[in-house]
């Protein structure tokens, strides 16, 4: 039995106003266009980014990490194989 990992190619989201929200007031119900920005204050660490390049980097380490696995219980079986026949 072979162990199989479908890498996913991951894409970046691209749109015309990214940082542009709709909300809808639930008293009115009228609906306004807004801009969100980021107000976080102080950066005391900055983290991972979330984009393709991030992700599909991920992908590739995970299918690597598949195909080594694979690789040694292919080897170990031969192994056992090997000592079956002797």
């Given amino acids: 039995m072979a162990i199989n990992y479908e890498k ?3 894409i970046d989201r691209v749109s ?3 940082d542009r ?3 809808k007031d639930a008293d009115t119900q009228e609906v306004k266009t807004v801009i969100v920005a980021r107000a976080e204050g102080e950066v005391t660490q ?3 980014s979330f984009d393709s390049v991030t992700f599909n980097l991920f992908e590739e380490r ?3 990490a598949f195909t080594q696995a694979q690789a040694e219980i292919d080897a170990l079986k031969a192994q056992i194989e090997e000592l079956k026949n002797n």
Avoid: L
């Fill in 8 to 10: 996913k190619t991951w």
């Fill in 16 to 18: 015309e106003y990214p």
């Fill in 21 to 23: 929200r709709t909300i």
């Fill in 46 to 48: 900055e983290g991972d």
């Fill in 62 to 64: 995970i299918a690597s």
